[in-house]
């Protein structure tokens, strides 16, 4: 998994916010599917997938909200939720993520 974090946002030629991520390093982690749901949004189809991501646990280095995973072989982005050392022994964490786009 690819780690990022945002980096400072920018404004377009047309005067939209763009927001730049910036690669923060990788880290091995294992993604698996939770399920997901269907919604409507201004008469648009959306679906949100919840993910858990088990990843090593990086001692001094928290995995936060402001952090975005990449996996590198879809390049599908994840946007973390919430990071929980199940085990309460500091060996891995399990991150809830939803993919993004």
């Given at each position: 998994?690819?780690?990022?974090?945002?980096?400072?946002?920018?404004?377009?030629?047309?005067?939209?916010?763009?927001?730049?991520?910036?690669?923060?390093?990788?880290?091995?982690?294992?993604?698996?599917?939770?399920?997901?749901?269907?919604?409507?949004h201004?008469e648009?189809?959306?679906?949100?997938?919840?993910?858990?991501?088990?990843?090593?646990?990086?001692?001094?280095?928290?995995?936060?909200?402001?952090?975005?995973?990449?996996?590198?072989?879809?390049?599908?982005?994840?946007?973390?939720?919430?990071?929980?050392?199940?085990s309460g022994?500091?060996?891995?964490?399990e991150?809830?993520?939803?993919?993004?786009?």
């Amino acid at each position: 998994m690819e780690i990022l974090i945002t980096g400072t946002p920018t404004r377009g030629s047309l005067g939209s916010e763009i927001i730049t991520w910036v690669n923060a390093g990788y880290i091995w982690g294992e993604i698996r599917s939770l399920g997901g749901r269907e919604r409507m949004h201004a008469e648009q189809s959306k679906s949100d997938t919840t993910t858990t991501i088990t990843v090593p646990f990086l001692d001094g280095k928290n995995l936060t909200p402001k952090h975005r995973l990449r996996d590198p072989t879809t390049s599908i982005l994840y946007e973390i939720n919430e990071a929980i050392d199940v085990s309460g022994q500091r060996r891995e964490l399990e991150l809830r993520c939803r993919k993004t786009t």
